[in-house]
């Protein structure tokens, strides 16, 4: 089992944003996580992450507490892909993957042959290994996003976080990003990742885990549980969830555009 969140609720002050979360994430699982703008989701992974700690419950992550671990102890445990990256300098591909491959350095000095063989093993293993001396600010958006994995690949975590990685990507780079993360998914990683496409999860998720105001308002695989009335209800809009390919995928139709055609 890679995550274990117990009874997890977390408040800002007097504003609560989390109230007794609770879900287990195994090794080759990708979950996604489904839910409007303000429900909690980014605050359920800054405390998976070790980046809060003033919540009620419990995780533990690879059978560690998370509060129980240093920065550096975490980061070989679990990584994190931001849904945005602004890089301060014209760093080469290669740098910017190479910059997480210190943690298993017994203290700050400048990454060795060992870590330089572990992150162009990590653009191969993403299929991008041509693009490591490429300026990371001049490739495509799709193309930093898939930097991101194999920066997460090269820190040696079982677990990866994605915020809404696919956000900023148009269709064709959606896609590859996707399916990469399904692949190290199959290859045994567990990768937590939130969107606002329920498509993407039909199509590439092993379970959906949906946050309404706070609370967990279903978890388990997408054709279980995201419904006409789950979406409704998550979003206000009515829509149509219909089975495509002998129900080998599942999409989500707006009725109000239906009925205008």
Do not use: W
């Not at 980061?75 to 190479?98: G, K, N, T």
């Not at 148009?170 to 045994?188: I, P, Q």
Request: overall charge negative.
């Amino acid at each position: 089992m890679s995550i274990a969140v117990s009874n997890l609720s977390f408040s800002y002050g007097k504003h609560a944003v989390l109230h007794d979360v609770s879900f287990t994430a195994e090794d080759g699982m990708l979950i996604n996580v489904l839910g409007p703008n303000g429900v909690g989701k980014s605050t359920l992974f800054r405390c998976i992450l070790g980046l809060e700690s003033r919540y009620q419950g419990s995780i533990m992550v690879n059978g560690k507490d998370i509060r129980s671990l240093s920065i550096k102890q975490r980061a070989r445990e679990i990584s994190y892909i931001p849904q945005s990256h602004a890089p301060v300098y014209d760093f080469e591909v290669i740098d910017v993957v190479l910059m997480s491959t210190t943690n298993d350095l017994p203290s700050l000095g400048v990454p060795g042959t060992a870590q330089l063989e572990r992150a162009y093993a990590a653009l191969e293993r993403i299929g991008i290994a041509h693009l490591a001396t490429r300026t990371y600010t001049q490739i495509s958006g799709g193309e930093q996003q898939l930097v991101l994995i194999a920066r997460a690949l090269a820190q040696n975590a079982r677990t990866i976080i994605m915020d809404e990685p696919t956000s900023a990507l148009d269709y064709g780079n959606t896609v590859r990003v996707l399916s990469c993360v399904k692949r190290l998914a199959r290859e045994g990683m567990s990768i937590i990742q939130s969107t606002h496409q329920p498509d993407q999860a039909f199509l590439y998720s092993d379970k959906t885990l949906v946050i309404s105001k706070g609370q967990i308002a279903a978890f388990g695989p997408p054709k279980e549980v995201i419904t006409d009335k789950l979406i409704s209800d998550l979003y206000g809009i009515d829509v149509e969830v219909n089975s495509l390919y002998d129900d080998k995928v599942r999409v989500c139709v707006p009725i109000i555009d239906l009925e205008e055609v």
